[in-house]
T-cell receptor, first 114, second 111 residues
């Protein structure tokens, strides 16, 4: 399917386990982003990537790891999940043209850490 | 630092009422400004944008004007519908195609 897809849509895990959230986009957008959405905080940027093999930290990167070996994929890994990482996670992508800044979002992954 | 302040919700209105959701921002320079909308169970989608001072963004009956002097980008709609019930996020461009989001304002429209 065209667009940006996230998987899984829902995930329940236990503290200490490793979890990987997947994000795939079909537009060949250069930029990709991971956000978490928590009540009262809006969306907070975890990591972003300007191109394949280029990633950088956002506002709340601790406890997360990303990689971008291919332009279309941007997985987010929680190396050792904690309860505070219970959240809804959104992936987004954006064209590289300066000034556009329009981001396109996936449907989200709801993660519960027990 | 860079930030966006939105009016707290929830905002509850009757159908056909006038809507205003306030948004102010703190940023260096003159960023592009955005309103995103999130319908229940979905990701965010762009509602409208403005790229320079005095620009008016509009879409689906919603409007917002880029006010540089007051660093504001208030969202308005003259007559809301039940289908407008959603969470609305104000945002601005923060460099490297990043967006800085407000906390979101939930709108509930009743028949």
């Amino acid at each position: 399917d065209a667009g940006i897809t996230q998987s899984p849509r829902y995930k329940i895990t236990e503290t200490g386990r490793q979890v990987t959230l997947m994000c795939h986009q079909t537009w060949s957008h250069s930029y990709m982003f991971w956000y978490r959405q928590d009540l009262g905080h809006g969306l907070r940027l975890i990591y972003y990537s300007a191109a394949a093999d280029i990633t950088d930290k956002g506002e709340v990167p601790d406890g997360y790891v990303v990689s971008r070996s291919k332009t279309e994929n941007f997985p987010l890994t929680l190396e050792s999940a904690t309860r505070s990482q219970t959240s809804v996670y959104f992936c987004a992508s954006s064209e590289s043209q300066t000034g556009k800044n329009i981001q396109y979002f996936g449907a989200g992954t709801r993660l519960s850490v027990l | 630092g860079n930030s966006v302040t939105q009016m707290e919700g929830p905002v509850t209105l009757s159908e056909e009422a006038f809507l205003t959701i306030n948004c102010t921002y703190t940023a260096t320079g003159y960023p592009s400004l955005f309103w995103y909308v999130q319908y229940p169970g979905e990701g965010l989608q762009l509602l409208l944008k403005a790229t320079k001072a005095d620009d008016k963004g509009s879409n689906k009956g919603f409007e917002a004007t880029y006010r540089k002097e007051t660093t504001s980008f208030h969202l308005e709609k003259g007559s809301v519908q039940v289908s407008d019930s959603a969470v609305y996020f104000c945002a601005f461009s923060g460099g490297y195609n990043k967006l800085i989001f407000g906390a979101g304002t939930r709108l509930a429209v009743h028949p």
